[in-house]
């Protein structure tokens, strides 16, 4: 069908499109010119080394996983506890206080952040990883409560009946049936955390005081364009990173959906 | 209410007994006063449209939900307060409930649990309850490859396998295929005989409900309409409206003439004055359009005009002819209906295509040919 | 009844309880902080808590804010435009011409990009489009040019084709979902009933998937307005826009209350200018397939 080849052919421009920079990434940090342009020349791991033998970026880095780590855990308790409740109950105000939760999705970081800066200000607290925890897990939890719902809401309710009915408790019913069913959801929701806590830059920026994260480090380090090779290389590393970890998530989510016998509806979102 | 079938003194002993039995959900009266027995080792079914309670009936059953006020008792204990997993019932869900995240053997062996025998003991009886429902050797598979028909068979051994007083069946077979499920209508009475356990079936499905049950309750809105055997359900529906979810029946308006020693006297549309013996007369006639009498297709049969051996023959005109292969269906404008306005409407006769007998052209005179026996009148 | 329904409720309220504790806290009480800070004075360093409407009105009178605003939303809605345009083909092909088992491969494909380093992907459209950057560089090393383009970097033009980029999957995920939800008898019945390929589109398919356009267009419009990154590594400081003017007057300034009533303000001004987008589009929000 011509109609459907030519779909493809922009299908495929679109993809390079969105691909174009992330593939620029690589090539810049394997070369060893020090100025980020063509012609190409040659090869080098010589960045890398510098980003390794970087003090601040460890720093950095170790805050950033903290930080992840931490927001992960968090928002995907909440986004279970706000799953399960969207899923399987029904409450008065379920509406608006499930759209509170999942307000965060549509509000500009920036609002976000200045907001939560003027009240940690105020009530004098100093700004470190703890500040910019609580501002991750508050943006991570809507994508986690999203995720959880799915995969709660493909689990058929009378698994749960059933376990019940061949005697088990509620909780052991959860724990038996439920926990194992969701566990690939789970597992998703904090891979996909960790990957928004670890790339966001404005939260990070605004709440975390003397402390540097890794989109912040970056971001300090774009005006002096002798350090841009080494950010090419440790774009290089996150991007890798990012889509390993991603890959895991979307693994993880497609057996969830796959064990509940639910079809595939999609990715992420 | 008549109940015909099974009544040996064994089957008497009560299973479940639900007394005044109300259910609100919130506005809505789901179930409006349910008093019902069920006898200990029958195959009971509740049948009734989709919306009828039949489905919340049973889980009040279950324990599922709790009921807004009355009494179910299961083998004599009162089940108010008593939680799902403590009571001796257990469901086949609608969806099977087949654990996709477990083998076919660990969903067969889930309740066993707390069940103290070792596990040697415990892997014993799920190969036994696999064999039973002709599973054998499927312990190991994964439980979300399995068939319909497949996934229904480990939903019955996983139930069957705590041998519960009482098995529920929500729906079991509306999800399986025309052939399947036929062959398991089958196979789940000869369960129901081999175990002897009471059967509770939920279907909207009559002709399911009429192959498989010793008994049925019929339900509308939230109440029971009629409570019987298959074949006094099927001969002497208690209500039109019964009579009509029922098969197929063909009602025509009467005139009562008056009440004799033995039954009532009415005057029918070609048929003339007729004597229904008590036993045919239903007076539950809610929808109220006057007196009417109700028979099937098949109780009234085509002869041919002249032909000898039938006492009672009316005679018409060939309206439809709707040919099914085995059966052909026959609608008759009968003549004399002048005087009982326009809702006599044409009779449906089914007539089976035996060899030799040809089927008959639209316009044709035809006798037909019924028995005052096979009449109900409604009224 | 309603035993049963109360317990529900319960459960469900005390279930939701944490997560809505967390919102509420970290999120609904500061924006309220941020509402009372901007009918608050400014005391230089300080905050008076005395109720005026002053922030509000330098903020209504000051040119800059005039400016900004206005280009902000421009850049916005030009963004959303280029945005949706581009995907809707993409999001075309893949309900419709992807086999199905093909279609969770190529969402994953489209939305990787977007998780990885928002960053370095902005920065590198910085390096891609620069003076010495990878179009100049590349063109002229193959001798197209012999002056390097300097429409390319630091206007309005980059902005919009860095946010584009950054918020593509955004806009193809939902009209995907509008998409596929879409029953695709209706698209026979369209061809049966005498109307050709296009028309069909025109009349049954692009209606049909107007409420997936409509939240793609939202969807990126008011992150878009919000962004602080691209305006300032692109636009190198020089194109501010609103979210940029909110920082420089909370921290750089550090006038509280007129940076909370800019906050508030372009809040505002973001919220109507959805409700009027939404209301236009009422018609075809009211399907319900």
Redesign the interface.
């Known amino acids: 069908m011509m109609k459907g080849s030519g779909l493809r052919a922009y299908a495929l421009l679109y993809l390079l499109f969105l691909y174009a920079p992330i593939l620029l990434l690589p090539i810049f940090a394997f070369n060893s010119g020090t100025v980020i342009s063509f012609p190409l020349k040659s090869f080098t791991t010589e960045w890398f080394g510098q980003m390794f033998g970087n003090a601040t970026l460890r720093r950095a880095l170790t805050n950033s996983l903290i930080i992840a780590v931490s927001s992960s855990v968090l928002a995907t308790c909440l986004g279970i506890f706000a799953a399960r409740a969207s899923t399987r109950f029904a409450f008065p105000g379920k509406g608006p206080i499930m759209g509170l939760i999942m307000l965060p999705l549509v509000l500009p970081e920036i609002i976000v952040a200045i907001a939560l800066l003027v009240v940690l200000l105020s009530l004098g607290m100093t700004l470190n990883v703890f500040t910019v925890i609580l501002g991750h897990t508050l943006i991570c939890m809507p994508y986690a409560a999203v995720i959880l719902s799915t995969a709660f809401n493909s689990l058929d309710r009378s698994l749960e009946e059933a376990a019940y009915d061949l005697g088990e408790t509620k909780w052991s019913a959860f724990r038996l049936v439920i926990l194992p069913l969701v566990m690939p959801g789970i597992i998703s929701s904090l891979l996909m955390s960790f990957t928004i806590s670890l790339d966001e830059f404005i939260i990070a920026f605004f709440l975390a005081g003397n402390e540097p994260t890794l989109p912040t480090y970056i971001f300090s380090q774009l005006r002096f364009p002798k350090q841009i090779p080494m950010i090419m290389a440790l774009g290089t590393v996150l991007v890798v990173l990012s889509i390993v970890l991603l890959t895991i998530a979307e693994y993880f989510r497609r057996r969830g959906v796959a064990r509940t016998g639910a079809k595939d509806t999609g990715g992420f979102l | 209410m008549t109940e015909t079938r099974d009544n040996r003194p064994e089957a008497v002993t009560p299973m479940i007994e639900c007394r005044g039995v109300h259910k609100y959900y919130g506005d809505y009266h789901a179930l409006r006063g349910i008093d019902l027995t069920i006898r200990a080792g029958e195959f009971f079914s509740l049948l009734g449209p989709s919306g009828c309670g039949k489905t919340t009936l049973l889980r009040t059953i279950a324990g599922f939900e709790d009921i807004s006020s009355g009494v179910v008792l299961v083998d004599g204990k009162d089940m108010a307060g008593v939680a799902a997993n403590h009571r001796p019932t257990n469901m086949v869900f609608q969806s099977y409930a087949i654990f996709p995240h477990l083998t076919v053997a660990e969903n067969v062996g889930f309740g066993l649990r707390r069940d103290p025998r070792g596990k040697a003991e415990k892997a014993a009886a799920v190969e036994e309850a696999l064999a039973m429902v002709g599973l054998k050797g499927y312990g190991a598979r994964a439980s979300h490859a399995l068939s319909g028909g497949q996934r229904q068979r480990v939903a019955l051994a996983r139930a069957l396998i705590l041998k519960p007083k009482v098995l529920l069946l929500d729906e079991p077979l509306s999800a399986l295929d025309r052939k399947m499920r036929e062959q398991m209508q089958v196979e789940l009475i000869k369960l129901q005989r081999q175990v002897g356990i009471t059967f509770v079936l939920v279907t909207h499905d009559q002709e399911e409900a009429l192959v498989m049950s010793d008994r049925i309750a019929v339900m509308f809105e939230g109440g029971i309409a009629q409570l019987d055997g298959p074949e006094a359900l099927y001969a002497r529906p208690a209500s039109r409206r019964v009579a009509d979810f029922i098969g197929v029946m063909n009602f025509l308006p009467t005139r009562v003439v008056g009440d004799t020693p033995s039954g009532t006297e009415i005057e029918v549309p070609g048929f003339g004055r007729v004597e229904i013996p008590a036993s045919n007369v239903s007076r539950a006639n809610p929808d109220d359009d006057g007196p009417s009498i109700g028979f099937r297709p098949e109780a009234v049969s085509l002869v041919a005009p002249g032909a000898a051996g039938h006492s009672h023959v009316a005679e018409g005109v060939i309206d439809e002819v709707v040919y099914y292969g085995d059966m052909t269906y026959y609608d008759i404008r009968l003549d004399g209906s002048d005087g009982f306005g326009d809702k006599v409407r044409p009779v449906r006769i089914a007539m089976r295509n035996v060899f030799g007998r040809e089927v008959q052209d639209v316009g044709a005179r035809a006798n037909v040919s019924w028995s005052p026996g096979s009449l109900v009148l409604f009224r | ?5 109360r317990s ?6 005390s ?6 504790g ?3 806290l ?6 309220l ?2 509402l009372a ?1 901007s009918f608050f004075k400014d005391g230089y360093l300080t ?1 008076i808590r005395e109720f005026t409407l002053e922030n509000y009105a330098s903020v209504w009178a000051d040119p800059i804010f005039h400016k900004i605003m206005l280009r902000s939303l421009g850049v916005a809605a030009l963004v959303t435009l280029v945005t949706v345009l ?1 995907a809707f ?2 999001a ?3 309900s419709f ?1 992807v086999p199905a088992h093909k ?2 491969m ?8 977007f ?7 902005v ?3 910085k ?2 489009l620069g003076y ?3 179009i ?3 063109l002229t ?1 193959v001798g197209l040019i012999e002056e390097p383009l300097t429409f390319l970097l630091y206007n309005v033009n980059s902005i919009v084709i860095t946010l584009a ?1 950054a918020y ?2 955004f806009a193809i ?1 939902p009209i ?2 509008a998409l ?1 939800k879409i029953d695709r008898s209706l698209l026979e019945a369209g061809r049966d009933l005498g109307e050709s ?1 296009a028309m069909t589109f025109w009349r049954v398919t692009l209606p049909l998937a107007m409420p997936g356009v409509v939240a793609a267009s ?2 990126v419009f ?2 878009v ?5 691209t305006p300032t ?1 692109i636009g190198g400081g020089k194109i501010p826009m609103i ?1 940029n003017m ?2 420089a007057q ?2 750089d300034l550090d006038n ?1 209350p007129l ?2 009533a800019l ?1 508030v303000t372009a ?1 505002l001004i973001v919220a109507v200018f959805s409700l009027i987008f939404v209301a236009l589009n009422r018609r075809f929000l009211k399907v319900r397939q």
């Open positions: 009844m309603a035993s049963a329904n529900q409720a319960a459960q469900g309220l279930l939701i309880a944490p997560p809505l967390y919102a509420l970290i999120m609904a009480a500061p924006l902080t941020i800070y905050v581009l083909p993409v075309y092909f893949l011409a279609k969770s190529w969402l994953f494909l489209i939305t990787i990009p998780w990885t380093s928002y960053l370095i992907r920065f590198l459209w390096v891609i010495n950057g990878v100049n560089s590349g090393s980029h593509a999957p995920l995907f979902i596929e390929r939202l969807i008011i992150p307005i919000g962004d602080y990154v590594v979210a909110i920082q909370m921290l509280r940076g909370s906050a809040m």
